[in-house]
DNA sequence: TTATTACCCTATCGATTTAATAGAGTAAGC
DNA sequence: GCTTACTCTATTAAATCGATAGGGTAATAA
């Protein structure tokens, strides 16, 4: 199940990709246009500029910016800072492995088989998107 | 996330399916070779017999045991039972959809464009696999 | 310089879900 | 008729999620 974090975080990085410059937009105006809890919303723009993602300016004039193209803003990125492992066991994910505790042997394990498969196809359609995708 | 309900349930499914035969195997024995705790196994079998993948067998020489052949157990069968909808979004669920309450417009909303890719994709790994794929 | 604007951060809270446990009930087989 | 093993209900602790509150701080315009 997506998180609305995730949700709301690819819908405010969604309208601010369609804006026409790259002038800084007040979280107000994305919370009201996307109907996001403004408080909700200030947090997850928060991480995103943590990540490098956006980037904001304060004062009169300020908010939220892409820092970059939206072409050139990969949705692996996106999905992992938002959303965490892209894979649905830690024993299959590429950027944030854990063994299982439970399950001796990782090769003979039918659910390590089964969400391999899963994890790449997922990571194939992300990795096929880029946030200027996803502007309609 | 996959829930341990559905990673226990598939554990247990391969070891059935593994059997030599289709003779009833208690609940025990597949608790204590999946390290599975007892009473949390009973529950998810339980489910599965409800949904009629698996059948049941009480009293001495009791158990559980396949109803149908391995192969011919789709896994989109199974997750669904054990985890319910596959797509990450209810707005993009096949069998269990409903509509966002925020989002005015489902066909223009960026997150439903890229789950409805990420559905598809997981969809097609589920289909091409059977309980029988998952046996080592 | 000063007031304003808007970002930044911490803490809290209720609701929900998850994983596990306990215990009693019931049906089948030897 | 007694044992075995499945069946069901209830409870619980822990974790997570979504949201809210409130104050602090930095940057900008006037």
Redo the contacts between chains.
């Keep these: ?2 998180s609305k974090k995730t ?1 709301y975080g ?2 405010a990085l ?1 309208f601010l990709a369609s804006q026409k410059g790259r002038a800084p937009v007040q979280i107000s105006e994305i919370a009201k246009h ?3 809890s403004q408080k909700f919303l200030e947090s997850i723009l928060l991480t995103l500029r943590k990540t490098g993602i956006l980037g904001s300016k304060k004062g009169k004039g300020g908010g939220y910016y892409l820092i970059k193209d939206p072409k050139d803003i990969p ?1 692996t990125t996106v999905m992992r800072v938002l959303e965490g ?1 892209i894979a ?2 830690p024993c299959v994910s590429l950027n944030f492995y854990e063994k299982c505790e ?2 001796p042997d990782e090769a ?4 390590h ?3 391999l ?2 994890r790449d ?2 990571l ?3 990795k096929n ?1 880029t946030l200027a995708d ?3």
């Excluded at 003979?108 to 659910?111: F, H, I, L, Q, R």
């Design positions: 199940m997506l949700k690819l819908k969604t996307e109907n996001i949705m492992p649905m066991v439970d399950c003979s394990c039918s659910v088989k089964l969400m498969q899963v196809s997922t194939e359609v992300f998107n996803l502007v309609p």
